[in-house]
């Protein structure tokens, strides 16, 4: 090679690694500078709208996945900007130590809409989740002294990432590296009503928890007559019925909260991802057993309860009535209705707007398959997982269910 082509080719290489940067920034800044704990696909989302998204390349996606079922009302809800706008230019954030109006009324909301009696805002699931441990096992040292510390929780379920909620998870998967763990916690296996007394008898037992779909587990629901049986040996023996709602909640299955389908009340509920429709928000509600468990510095969080994220979960509180959890449970029921029985469908599980999807080809295929025709939709374990936003509309919902069904069948080809 002469030394002009060698030139050429350097110019030309430089040419393509400009050009790559420009494309790609994100893309590079984000491999170069982010720690790797998520498999990313190699999108960028640059605006949403309703159910809408858009990449950087101007291609358009129907998503139904919500960012993980956080999203309640879709991307940019009209009356959710304005109210985190208003509170934007109003009063970002103040210390706890004093009070600021929106936590207070959106607290109301939550009692009211719930029957609990008080509420701790916090930032996330996992943190929603370790209030209720720390709420429950404090209720049981009140009562009962330091040995009552013990929290049952469900084979295959998820918690958080915390070390204390990575260890309620009841899958050993989540249990390496990073021990040592906090103690006090055993897995019950769920749904088998025989296995109840062997687990919730032992005596350290302060607390059950469980989620009323096991969410990251695979869009499994807990059987009627098991949950029943638990919250009743529960309630006999003064063990506390704590419900995570971090995935099922605020609407996502067609009630406020999942545990309204079983008929029960439980002690303490979690709840995070939907409730302020995109802000980072999580909240512990505790009932009348345990309202006055947490006293004056027993527990705290520097943002929790913060105006702005408040600001939106009120937006999206308030709103989620009768009529939209109505409309919850038909959306659910027609993409049911729409799936059932096709070719390459296996088993459809979950409630409203979660659901759980087998199918004959692998789970992985059927995401990326979909992504290429402009549909975003999740996993969980070895099913596809919809949590749609909960104002998705019915076209929006049948151009996915098609790209679904299309991509099963190209697949199975
Ligand atoms: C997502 C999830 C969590 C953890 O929530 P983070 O906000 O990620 O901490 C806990 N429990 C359940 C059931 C969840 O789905």
Same mark, same amino acid.
């Given at each position: 090679?002469?030394?002009?082509?060698?030139?050429?080719?350097?110019v030309?290489?430089?040419?393509?690694?400009v050009?790559?940067?420009?494309v790609?920034?994100?893309?590079?800044?984000?491999?170069?500078?982010?720690?790797?704990t998520?498999?990313?696909?190699?999108?960028e989302?640059? /605006?949403?709208?309703?159910?809408?998204?858009?990449d950087?390349a101007?291609?358009?996606?129907?998503?139904?996945?919500?960012?993980?079922?956080?999203?309640?009302?879709?991307f #940019?809800?009209?009356?959710?900007?304005?109210s985190?706008?208003?509170?934007?230019?109003?009063?970002?954030?103040?210390?706890?130590?004093?009070?600021?109006?929106?936590?207070?009324?959106?607290?109301?909301?939550?009692?009211?809409?719930?029957?609990?009696?008080?509420?701790?805002f $916090?930032?996330?699931?996992?943190?929603?989740?370790? $209030?209720?441990?720390?709420?429950a096992?404090?209720y049981?040292?009140?009562?009962?002294g330091?040995?009552?510390?013990?929290?049952?929780?469900?084979q295959?379920?998820?918690h958080?990432?915390?070390?204390?909620?990575?260890?309620a998870?009841? /899958?050993d998967?989540?249990?390496?590296?990073?021990g040592?763990?906090?103690?006090?916690?055993?897995y019950?296996?769920?749904?088998?009503i025989?296995?109840?007394?062997?687990?919730l008898?032992?005596?350290?037992? #302060?607390?059950?928890?469980?989620?009323?779909?096991q969410?990251?587990?695979?869009?499994?629901?807990?059987?009627?007559?098991?949950?029943?049986?638990?919250?009743?040996?529960?309630?006999?023996h003064?063990?506390?019925?704590?419900?995570?709602?971090?995935?099922?909640?605020?609407?996502?299955?067609?009630?406020?909260?999942?545990?309204?389908?079983?008929?029960?009340?439980?002690?303490?509920?979690?709840?995070?991802?939907?409730?302020?429709?995109?802000?980072?928000?999580?909240a512990?509600?505790?009932?009348?057993?345990?309202?006055?468990?947490?006293?004056?510095?027993?527990?705290?969080?520097?943002f929790?309860?913060?105006?702005? $994220?408040?600001?939106?979960?009120?937006?999206?509180?308030?709103?989620?009535?009768?009529?939209?959890?109505q409309?919850? $449970?038909?959306?659910?029921?027609?993409?049911?209705?729409r799936l059932?029985g /096709?070719?390459?469908i296996?088993?459809?599980?979950?409630?409203?707007?979660?659901?759980?999807?087998e199918?004959?080809?692998?789970?992985?295929?059927?995401?990326a398959a #979909?992504?290429?025709?402009?549909?975003?939709?999740?996993?969980?374990?070895?099913?596809?997982?919809?949590?749609?936003?909960?104002?998705?509309?019915?076209?929006?919902?049948?151009?996915?269910?098609?790209?679904?069904?299309?991509?099963?069948?190209?697949?199975?080809?």
């Amino acid at each position: 090679m002469g030394i002009k082509q060698v030139n050429e080719k350097l110019v030309a290489h430089i040419q393509d690694v400009v050009k790559a940067t420009e494309v790609e920034d994100t893309q590079q800044l984000d491999t170069m500078y982010i720690a790797h704990t998520y498999g990313r696909q190699p999108v960028e989302f640059i /605006q949403g709208k309703g159910s809408t998204l858009i990449d950087t390349a101007g291609k358009t996606y129907i998503d139904m996945s919500s960012g993980i079922g956080v999203t309640a009302f879709g991307f #940019c809800d009209q009356q959710w900007q304005s109210s985190v706008i208003a509170q934007v230019k109003a009063l970002n954030h103040v210390s706890n130590l004093y009070y600021t109006s929106p936590q207070a009324k959106l607290a109301e909301i939550l009692c009211h809409k719930t029957g609990m009696k008080k509420v701790f805002f $916090c930032n996330s699931g996992a943190e929603a989740n370790e $209030c209720a441990i720390k709420v429950a096992r404090k209720y049981s040292y009140d009562s009962y002294g330091p040995n009552r510390y013990r929290v049952v929780t469900l084979q295959n379920s998820f918690h958080g990432r915390t070390l204390g909620t990575l260890i309620a998870t009841g /899958q050993d998967v989540f249990h390496q590296y990073y021990g040592p763990f906090p103690e006090g916690f055993s897995y019950m296996p769920p749904n088998d009503i025989d296995a109840i007394p062997n687990y919730l008898g032992d005596e350290s037992v #302060c607390a059950i928890m469980m989620e009323s779909i096991q969410g990251e587990g695979g869009v499994m629901p807990l059987d009627e007559a098991f949950v029943k049986a638990v919250v009743d040996y529960a309630h006999d023996h003064d063990i506390l019925v704590i419900m995570d709602e971090v995935q099922t909640g605020n609407g996502r299955t067609g009630k406020l909260y999942g545990y309204e389908h079983y008929g029960i009340k439980p002690d303490i509920v979690s709840t995070a991802k939907g409730l302020a429709g995109g802000l980072p928000m999580g909240a512990t509600l505790l009932g009348e057993k345990v309202e006055h468990v947490l006293q004056v510095g027993d527990h705290g969080s520097t943002f929790g309860g913060n105006p702005i $994220c408040a600001a939106g979960a009120i937006s999206i509180m308030s709103r989620i009535d009768d009529t939209m959890l109505q409309s919850v $449970c038909e959306k659910g029921q027609y993409i049911k209705d729409r799936l059932m029985g /096709q070719e390459g469908i296996l088993s459809i599980s979950g409630k409203g707007l979660m659901i759980g999807i087998e199918t004959v080809v692998p789970v992985k295929d059927v995401l990326a398959a #979909c992504l290429e025709k402009g549909v975003v939709l999740l996993s969980a374990k070895q099913k596809v997982r919809l949590l749609p936003a909960l104002t998705i509309s019915y076209e929006e919902i049948d151009i996915a269910i098609d790209a679904l069904l299309e991509s099963i069948h190209e697949l199975q080809r």
